[in-house]
């Protein structure tokens, strides 16, 4: 990474992303600086369950079920970024109750992933989980202590010699072309006030529950096609009713609903790498699972600035897979 030595980089976005292509950058000396107009937590990174979860992502969520190797790549960088930044990893596990216990068991087996049913459930120890706005912060003061500066702004285009890498979540703002391809899923999550604090995350049909120290989540809806951040009283109405069937002692708990918006392309895999435009590089549209791809997004950007290989995932991240010209 010696060849990031004197590498002038703008990062557009302070969401996992940016964050996490950010401190990856100034470890291998970099100069960055962070642009985001938001508030430090008040994006889709925010919001999340944080859950980092290759396992049953794999095998509950058709769009990742070609791409089991990659999540997992993505979760082994998770370690050692975690232990230089002060994040604490959860790593209890997870469990599945939903109705289709033999079909999970029987893909996860196929994937290779250690799991066993008990009774009513299926249970791995493959899928992690951190809290988002604590992971956030530490990132944020970690990459600051590593000489990454921070503006409060939207980022403009790439100045004189130096990369600008759009990391911008859902925004179809005008600095690449390849932003239009995105496509918002809107997204309703539960806060609630007590829940367990700690043991597997519980996963269903459609709904899970991450306990949490600062109160379990109760999580997601998916709102295709819609980037609005109204919270919708139905959608909290039918999210409580699936996590109360899974857990009945939820039911009498106060519980806070927020939105945030993924970015998904057309593959469901986000776009890493080069863009038409030039001095550009994006790394976008990471849909449900962009704190899970964080770091290894974070490496392969890092690989593109400084002329390295960017790795056995790049092509499949690459932007210009879409491009038919
Ligand atoms: C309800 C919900 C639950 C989720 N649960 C999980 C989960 O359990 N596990 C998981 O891995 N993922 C989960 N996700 C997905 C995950 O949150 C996203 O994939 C991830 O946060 C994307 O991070 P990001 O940095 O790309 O985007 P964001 O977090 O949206 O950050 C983008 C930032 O860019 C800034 N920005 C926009 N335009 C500009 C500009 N022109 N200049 C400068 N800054 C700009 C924005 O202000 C924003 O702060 C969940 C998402 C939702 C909504």
Known sequence: MAKLTGARVTVAGAGALGLCIALELARGGAEVVVWDPAAPDDNASGVAAGMLAPAFETALDAASADHFDLLLAARDLWPDLADRAGIALDRSGAAYFGDHIGAVAARLKALGVAAGV?????YTREDWRL???????????????????????????????A?????????????APELA???PIKGHILRLSGGPDIGPVIRGDGVYICPDPAG???????????????????????LRRAAEALLPELADLDARAETGVRAATPDGLPMVG???APDVLLAVGARRNGWLL??????TIAAYVAGDDPGPFAARLDPRRFDKR
Not at 118 to 122: A, F, K, L, S, W
Not at 163 to 172: F, I, K, N
Request: charge should be neutral; charged fraction near 20%; glycine fraction near 14%.
């Open 181 to 183: 391809l995105l496509a």
């Open 131 to 161: 809290s988002p706005r604590a992971a956030l912060a530490a990132l944020r003061s970690t990459a600051g202590a590593a000489g990454v500066r921070f503006g409060q702004g939207l980022a403009e285009g790439p100045a004189d010699g």
């Open 274 to 276: 080069p863009s038409l």
């Open 163 to 175: 990369v600008l890498v759009l990391a911008t979540g859902a925004e179809r703002h005008g600095l």
């Open 216 to 238: 379990a989540l109760v999580g997601a809806t998916m709102e295709r096609g819609v980037d609005d951040r109204t919270v919708e009283p139905a959608r909290v109405a039918g």
């Open 294 to 299: 964080a770091p290894l997004v974070a490496h």
């Open 118 to 122: 008990y009774g009513d459930r299926v």
